[in-house]
């Protein structure tokens, strides 16, 4: 998983709670992302990084606000939980120097 | 408005058999086109990739065929093996902005 960890790798929460999910990366890599997956869509780009304190949206961010305090972390919160957000959430990296992503083992979300 | 379309959605294949998974882009401005294999509970991982420069690129029994002016791209998977019974994803980027579209996936079972 090229030395990317997600936390919690379950959740279960209710509507309107809060939620942050976390990537944690060792190898220093600029570019970070997260990703959303679900049935029928494929992962879709919710928002990501390309540096500490940088950060922009993807297709799909709203509901979603992420942040960038470390090199090594990058953060998705989910202010207010709906059962629209419901999914298998993934992190990625990549390298500075290539397109190529390597996803994280992603984390399993469930919103009642 | 989905940017690349995979087809078919679920694939079955007997084993010895050639997998042909397909994709099509609209954004003549990709230029970068990975596939990702994803087991159940794993996070997706690079498969191959390729750049609009060549036709063709092969790896073991993993081959992407690339028509330009087609806009489209395919994975084949000679002499599929039960192993091989996966998700498979294909994605295109640019390289400016390092982002990847996804199309919607092909879970693909390959029967002993």
């Known amino acids: 998983d090229a030395g990317i960890t997600q936390s919690p790798r379950h959740k279960v929460t209710e509507t309107g709670t809060p939620v942050t999910l976390r990537c944690h990366q060792t190898e220093n890599h600029r570019y970070m992302y997260w990703y959303r997956q679900d049935p029928g869509h494929g992962l879709r780009l919710i928002h990501y990084?390309?540096?500490?304190?940088?950060?922009d949206k993807g297709e799909v961010s709203d509901g979603y606000s992420v942040s960038r305090s470390k090199t090594e972390d990058f953060l998705l919160t989910l202010e207010s939980a709906t059962s629209s957000q419901t999914s298998v959430y993934f992190c990625?990296?990549?390298?500075?120097?290539?397109?190529?992503?390597?996803f994280g083992p992603g984390t399993r979300l469930l919103v009642l | 408005q989905q940017q690349v379309k995979q087809s078919p959605q679920s694939l079955i294949v007997q084993k010895g058999g050639i997998s042909i998974i397909n994709c099509a882009y609209e954004n003549t401005a990709f230029d970068y086109f990975p596939w990702y294999q994803q087991f159940p509970g794993k996070g997706p991982a690079l498969l191959i990739a390729i750049r609009p420069d060549v036709s063709e690129k092969k790896e073991g029994r993993f081959t992407i065929s690339f028509n330009k002016s087609a806009k489209q791209f395919s994975l084949h998977i000679m002499d599929s093996q039960p192993g091989d019974s996966a998700t498979y994803f294909c994605?295109?980027?640019?390289?400016?902005?390092?982002?990847?579209?996804f199309g919607s996936g092909t879970q693909l079972t390959v029967l002993p």
């Open positions: 994605a295109a980027s640019i390289a400016s902005a390092r982002q990847l579209t």
């Open positions: 990625a990296i990549s390298l500075w120097d290539s397109q190529t992503q390597y």
């Open positions: 990084s390309y540096g500490v304190k940088d950060t």
